[in-house]
């Protein structure tokens, strides 16, 4: 079955838009299942379009926008258009409606409402970061944007389309977890949170447990023991020593990349690496 092209309904960061095409030069001609444990805003799955995939990520309103997606994407954009129809977008309105996503996340509602609130959230908040405070609850500021279309609605229809007529799995779990049914012959990529390029950056906030050493450890065991199954594997994170160390012995190539996330203009450049356990 053939799919329209699609892209990301987030901004995201370490977004895989830029190394898109570099990604996929190096992904396998042949694979069984595709397994994403880190999704975020998708790029790499959406451009790749996997018949069957197992796609994941710890932060449980994320997932509800894929699983919404999947269910009933009219929906998802009914709620969008709602908060755009409202008119210009002020600060007032804006803090508003952050109140109202965070009342859902306390009740735990995950529903249309809630998927189309993130979204809507994440074209209006500051650069388009998706942070959260020890309760999990958001607190990205406004990022002043008055105006402006918050969706592209077919994209939306097209991801929508895709995750209903495709046979992927939306799991909500730790990485380790959400591979446990890799098989030999399948391919895994790990978009994981990135290891600081300096010692005051943090690991991440994206959730309230945060992803640091122990984790990255973990994940670098768990691609030697895919590795050992026969599954074919590949790895994205910055050009720094610790990855080079985590993965030696495996096929490192660095990349330079821009940093659009970054508030600081001077730091939106720099060097990543694409790791894989088999030769390009």
Not at 122 to 150: A, D, E, I, M, T
Not at 189 to 200: A, G, K, L, W
Request: aromatic residues 12%.
């Amino acid at each position: 079955m053939s799919f329209k092209k699609m892209g990301p309904f987030v901004k995201w960061a370490g977004g895989k838009g830029q190394l898109l095409d570099r990604i996929q030069m190096r992904i396998p001609d042949n694979f069984n299942s595709y397994y994403e444990p880190f999704i975020g805003g998708g790029a790499v799955l959406l451009g790749v379009k996997p018949s069957s995939a197992v796609i994941n990520d710890t932060n449980e309103q994320l997932i509800n926008v894929y699983r919404q997606l999947k269910n009933d994407p009219r929906a998802v954009i009914r709620a969008v258009n709602q908060l755009d129809q409202c008119g210009k977008c002020d600060k007032d309105f804006y803090l508003e409606t952050r109140n109202l996503y965070n009342e859902k996340i306390k009740k735990h509602e995950l529903d249309a409402e809630c998927a189309g609130l993130m979204i809507w959230i994440n074209k209006h908040c500051f650069n388009g970061l998706y942070r959260v405070n020890s309760k999990g609850l958001f607190n990205v500021p406004y990022n002043n944007k008055q105006l402006g279309k918050s969706i592209d609605e077919a994209n939306l229809m097209s991801i929508g389309y895709y995750l209903s007529h495709s046979n992927v799995e939306i799991l909500c779990s730790d990485f380790e977890d959400a591979c446990e049914k890799v098989k030999k012959g399948d391919f895994v990529y790990f978009d994981s949170p990135y290891v600081p390029v300096s010692e005051t950056a943090s690991f991440t906030d994206y959730t309230k447990d945060g992803f640091g050493y122990e984790d990255h450890k973990r994940l670098a065991e768990l691609f030697r023991r895919l590795d050992g199954l026969g599954a074919k594997v590949m790895l994205s994170n910055h050009d720094v020593q610790l990855v080079h160390e985590l993965y030696d012995g495996y096929n490192i190539e660095c990349v330079d990349v821009k940093r659009n996330i970054n508030s600081d203009a001077k730091k939106r450049s720099g060097k990543e690496v694409i790791i894989t356990n088999y030769k390009i």
